[in-house]
């Protein structure tokens, strides 16, 4: 989830103050026995906190606050010119675990971790590990896009359907590949357009790049971005969700959604770093079906609109992911639009 260009006031935070602070921030920290202090723990995002993917982090972290896990502060919006010094910044104040997007800002990104062996990195990211401290994650959720493709090629009247991205990079091409994929399942004579807003957060942006494709007879619309949607809502035409559900805002537009989970990942770093065992690791998988970090979401409104075989066929689609009987294969390539 690369970085944008604008920005906002940096270091907006929700820090929760606690009775006692960790005395040491250090990669193999560990409490004394029967100790209740609260990890420290701070974000570092280049969109806003309501940005879908970022969303889904920021959804994770504070539920670990709410637990009385960690304390947690976050920078939201922050420009590729300030990534580095903002995350230097964290990890001079004793952050025990420092967590954020390095796709646009990888250099910058691996260059702090470097210096802060013992501090516990966990970046967004589709380039590898760093030892001994940078542990990558990404939001694999090929599987349930994979089903809300299924969906789509079954939902598709003119067999035209229209896909909008940010940046063709593997994170999202992945996605979409998916997606294409399942809907080719259902519907061998769908056909696609494509097109990437170069922009993580521009809704008005992938709102006109939809109307193009709607015009052109795209009846559904996979909107990977915010904006979408809503083209798909004033023409009357459907849309699948990525990331998270806006199914309550979009009652009779979006169909289906891929949801992603972070707690997986996020719980899973908390506790290597609270143990003293956080090292660098890929952590991508944890966004898979198998471990809870990704699914479909429930068809509400559309519950009794799409056909009973294509539920059956993606109910059983999901339980053979579930049980790792079926792999969605990875796909990082660009797609290429097929509509004619």
Not at 22 to 40: H, S
Not at 130 to 150: A, H, K, R, W
Not at 177 to 184: K, L, T
Not at 217 to 229: K, T
């Amino acid at each position: 989830m690369p970085a944008q260009t604008s920005r906002r006031a940096l270091l907006a935070g929700c820090a929760l103050s606690v009775a006692s602070t960790l005395a040491v921030p250090l990669l193999g920290w560990a409490p004394e026995a029967g100790a209740q202090t609260r990890l420290k723990v701070a974000a570092i995002y280049t969109v806003p906190v309501e940005q879908q993917w970022v969303s889904r982090i920021h959804k994770a972290l504070n539920a670990a606050v709410a637990r009385g896990e960690i304390e947690y502060k976050f920078s939201e919006s922050v420009a590729n010119a300030d990534y580095e010094r903002v995350l230097r910044q964290y990890a001079e104040q004793g952050n025990a675990l420092i967590v954020g997007e390095a796709f646009a800002v990888e250099s910058a990104a691996r260059k702090v971790a470097k210096d802060y062996p013992k501090t516990a990195f966990l970046m967004g990211s589709s380039a590898k590990i760093q030892e001994p401290n940078f542990s990558v994650f990404d939001n694999y959720i090929q599987e349930p896009s994979y089903l809300t493709g299924m969906i789509a090629g079954a939902m598709t009247k003119s067999n035209k359907i229209g896909m909008v991205g940010g940046y063709p990079i593997p994170e999202v091409n992945r996605l979409m590949n998916a997606f294409m994929a399942g809907a080719r399942e259902t519907n061998p004579k769908a056909e696609f357009t494509v097109t990437f807003i170069n922009s993580w957060f521009d809704p008005p942006k992938a709102k006109e790049a939809s109307f193009a494709m709607l015009d052109k007879g795209a009846d559904i619309l996979y909107a990977e971005r915010f904006g979408v949607s809503d083209a798909a809502k004033e023409r009357g035409k459907l849309a699948i969700g990525n990331v998270i559900d806006t199914q309550d805002k979009y009652p009779e537009t979006v169909v289906a959604s891929a949801l992603w989970f972070m707690e997986p990942t996020i719980d899973r770093a908390l506790a290597a770093v609270r143990e003293g065992r956080f090292k660098a690791e890929d952590y991508g998988p944890y966004s898979m079906m198998r471990h809870k970090g990704s699914d479909l979401a429930p068809l509400g409104t559309f519950e009794n609109r799409v056909p009973k075989e294509v539920k059956d066929k993606v109910a059983a689609r999901a339980a053979q992911m579930r049980a790792g009987q079926f792999d969605v294969k990875v796909n990082d390539g660009q797609p290429k639009p097929t509509a004619k």
